[in-house]
C-alpha cells in the first residue's frame, strides 16, 4: 500500500524558511514521482511543484507562485522527498501535501496522498 | 486557457446519482483526476485517466470525459460520499498541474 507521511511544518515568521519531509513506504521510490500540494485555511488545493525520479532525467517544476523561493528534492536511499521552502510569507500559510504522481515528464494523475502538516507564518 | 472550473455547490438525494463536471481547454488533451476531500482530511484519489479506480474505492465513482468538460459520476450516493470534490488535470503546456476550485457535496 502506498504510504506518504509529511513532517516539519509548524509556525515561522516572515522571511525564514522551513524544510517539509514527505517520507515514503509500500513502494520503490525511486521509481517514482512526487508532487506537492498545498491548501490555504479554508481554500481550495494548489500544487506547487513536482519531482520526477532520476530515470525520467530527474526533472522538476514548480507553480509560478513559488518559483525561485521553493526548492524539491529527493533522498532515494531514504525514500523521502523534501520541500525546501525560503521567503516564506503568511499566504504560504496551510497545509501541505505531497502526492505519489504517476507523470514522468511532468505532473499528471496522482494516486496517493500524504495526510499533510501544516506550515503558519506569522509574526 | 489555464484554469479548471467547476460548479460550487451540488446536492443529490441518498442513493439517487449525481454527475460533478469540471471545464477546461486542457481537457480536450488530457484527462482529469478526481480527489474527494471530507472536513479535517487529506484528499482521496477516486478516480483518474481514462478509466482507473485506485483500489478500495467503491465502484460507484467513475469518470468520463469529453472534449472540454471531464465529469465524476456517483451512481447511488451514500451518507460518506459528502465531501469536497476537486479536479485536476495537466494546463495546456503539460508541465504544470491545475486543480478545480472544487464542488461541495450534500446527500439529502
Known amino acids: 500500500e502506498v504510504h506518504l507521511v509529511e513532517s516539519g511544518g509548524g509556525f515561522v515568521l516572515p522571511g525564514r524558511s522551513l524544510r517539509l519531509s514527505c517520507t515514503t513506504s509500500?513502494?520503490?521510490?525511486?521509481?517514482?514521482?512526487l508532487s506537492w500540494v498545498r491548501q490555504a485555511p479554508g481554500k481550495g488545493l494548489e500544487w506547487i511543484g513536482f519531482i520526477t525520479n532520476k530515470a525520467s532525467g530527474g526533472t522538476i517544476t514548480y507553480a509560478a507562485s513559488v518559483k525561485g523561493r521553493f526548492f524539491l528534492s529527493r533522498d532515494d536511499s531514504k525514500s523521502i522527498a523534501y520541500l525546501q521552502m525560503n521567503s516564506l510569507q503568511p499566504e504560504d500559510t496551510g497545509v501541505y501535501y505531497c502526492?505519489?504522481?504517476?507523470?514522468?515528464?511532468?505532473?499528471?494523475?496522482?494516486?496517493?496522498w500524504g495526510q499533510g502538516t501544516r506550515v503558519t507564518v506569522s509574526s | 486557457s489555464s484554469e479548471l472550473t467547476q460548479d460550487p455547490a451540488v446536492s443529490v438525494a441518498l442513493g439517487q446519482t449525481v454527475t460533478i463536471t469540471c471545464q477546461g481547454d486542457?481537457?480536450?488533451?488530457?484527462?482529469a483526476g478526481w480527489h474527494q476531500q471530507k472536513p479535517g482530511q487529506a484528499p482521496v484519489v477516486v478516480f483518474y485517466?481514462?478509466?482507473n479506480r485506485p483500489s478500495g474505492i467503491p465502484e460507484r465513482f467513475s469518470g468520463f470525459g469529453s472534449g472540454p468538460t471531464a465529469s465524476l459520476t456517483i451512481t447511488g450516493a451514500q451518507a460518506e460520499d459528502e465531501a469536497d470534490y476537486y479536479c485536476?488535470?495537466?494546463?495546456?503546456?503539460?508541465?504544470?498541474?491545475?486543480f478545480g476550485g472544487g464542488t461541495r457535496l450534500t446527500v439529502l
Open positions: 485517466g481514462k478509466d
Open positions: 509500500g513502494f520503490t521510490f525511486r521509481d517514482h514521482s
Open positions: 502526492a505519489r504522481d504517476l507523470g514522468t515528464a511532468g505532473p499528471y494523475y496522482f494516486d496517493g
Open positions: 486542457s481537457l480536450k488533451k488530457y484527462y
Open positions: 485536476s488535470s495537466r494546463d495546456t503546456t503539460g508541465n504544470l498541474l491545475l
